[in-house]
């Protein structure tokens, strides 16, 4: 992978965020894929998992945006930074992000981790 492999990746994963279209979200993902919101998680397993998972914890349309970059990248390893923004009733919150990032030979995520801390 290189650092415009995985930049085109977080845009397709932006989109496919935005949309909650099954299949754009289904494409990010290996079918082994095992995906973690925090470090300490046990993984959700499988690309028909996380895709399940997305659709069932969505967020309201129009109330988030997001931007991230490849901050390095190894071989199939990346981390990528950035910021996820909701708008909402509970108030405005930013929070700042890492992705811990491994693909497959097809450019599909394998091993997905998220680090997030909510700015003040």
Not at 53 to 66: I, M
Not at 91 to 104: E, I, P, Q, R, S
Request: net charge negative; glycine share 8%; hydrophobic share 35%.
């Amino acid at each position: 992978m290189t650092r415009d492999d995985v930049n085109r990746w977080l845009a397709r994963y932006v989109e496919a965020w935005k949309s909650y279209d099954p299949a754009a979200i289904g494409d990010l993902f290996s079918e082994q894929v095992e995906y973690r919101y925090h470090p300490w998680d046990e993984p959700v397993s499988g690309r028909d998992a996380v895709v399940s998972d997305w659709l069932a914890n969505r967020d309201e349309p129009n109330t988030y945006e997001a931007q991230y970059t490849a901050f390095a990248v190894d071989g199939d390893h990346a981390a990528a930074t950035g910021t996820s923004s909701y708008q909402g009733a509970g108030g405005n919150k930013t929070y700042h992000n890492v992705f811990l990032l491994t693909f497959d030979g097809d450019g599909r995520c394998r091993e997905f981790t998220e680090i997030f801390i909510e700015q003040h």
